[in-house]
Structure formats: structure tokens, C-alpha cells
């Protein structure tokens, strides 16, 4: 998410909507970043930045099915947190929401040519992530540990 400004002037921060789906057995899907973008190989909550008009489960909802073929309805989703960076030199503030759901229609297949795999609640804390996702995985696996 490498979003370089070309101007002084200040820009909005960009807002960023996750997913931390949970399977019947308890486990949070990720997907691996391709190694060509920024943060390349890391592991991240499906989502991605809102469009111009969009609402954070519209963005949610449409990401889920471009990336990985789900569908989600807004009130499977419950809020489970946000992440936020300051803006540095040259790039705008990010502000990541995360969602669980545990209701979707669809098997997950990445469109994208991102890896994705399903970890244990524990396990997602071992997993190498980018920075916004450091503080959201606590909150993940507490939801997924819910029965």
C-alpha cells in the first residue's frame, strides 16, 4: 500500500478494510502479499482500501469477492478493531478496520494469485505480518476462540 503524495498539501488518511474469516473449526484465514508488493511475503487479513462513495462492509463485501470469491452479508460482520500509522514523508495516514465473520457463501479461491491458508488461533501470532496487522491479531484470534 505504498502511497507516495506528490504535494504538501493534506491528504485524507486512507481507510482499509479486513476480514479475520473463521472457519467452522475455529481457524482465521490469511493471505500471503505477493512478493512484487510492498510488505511482499507477509501474511494479511483479506481486505482492501474503499472506493469513492463506499461504506467499510460495502468495501469489505466487495474486496471478499474480488480477492476470494465469498460473499458476505453486512450483518455477519461484527467490528473487531482498528490500526492506524501517521502519515510519513510523502504518504498518507492508513487506518485498518478489522471484521470477523464467521458466515459466508462461497469456498475460498484467490483470484489475485495470493497464497491464503486457514491458521489456529495461536498461530496467527507467529506468522510474519505487516505492521497494521501486529496489533489486530490478538483481537482475531479472541474471536475466533469464541464459540
Do not use: Y
Request: net charge negative; with cysteine; glycine share 8%.
Amino acid at each position: 500500500m505504498d502511497q507516495r503524495l506528490s504535494s504538501a498539501e493534506p491528504h485524507p488518511a486512507m481507510i482499509v478494510v479486513a476480514a479475520a474469516l473463521v472457519d467452522v473449526h475455529g481457524r482465521v484465514l490469511l493471505q500471503r502479499r505477493p512478493v512484487d508488493r510492498q510488505h511482499g511475503g507477509l501474511w494479511e487479513f483479506p481486505g482492501g482500501k474503499l472506493e469513492t462513495g463506499e461504506g467499510p462492509l460495502d468495501a469489505l463485501s466487495r474486496e471478499l469477492r474480488e480477492e476470494l470469491t465469498l460473499e458476505i452479508r453486512a450483518e455477519d460482520c461484527v467490528a473487531l478493531g482498528f490500526s492506524a500509522s501517521e502519515p510519513q514523508q510523502g504518504t498518507r495516514a492508513i487506518v485498518l478496520l478489522l471484521f470477523g465473520c464467521r458466515v459466508w457463501q462461497g469456498e475460498p479461491a484467490s483470484q489475485e494469485g495470493a497464497h491464503w491458508d486457514w491458521f489456529p488461533p495461536d498461530a496467527i501470532a507467529l506468522l510474519d505480518t505487516p505492521p497494521l496487522d501486529v496489533p489486530l491479531i490478538p483481537l482475531a484470534a479472541h474471536f475466533a476462540r469464541l464459540a
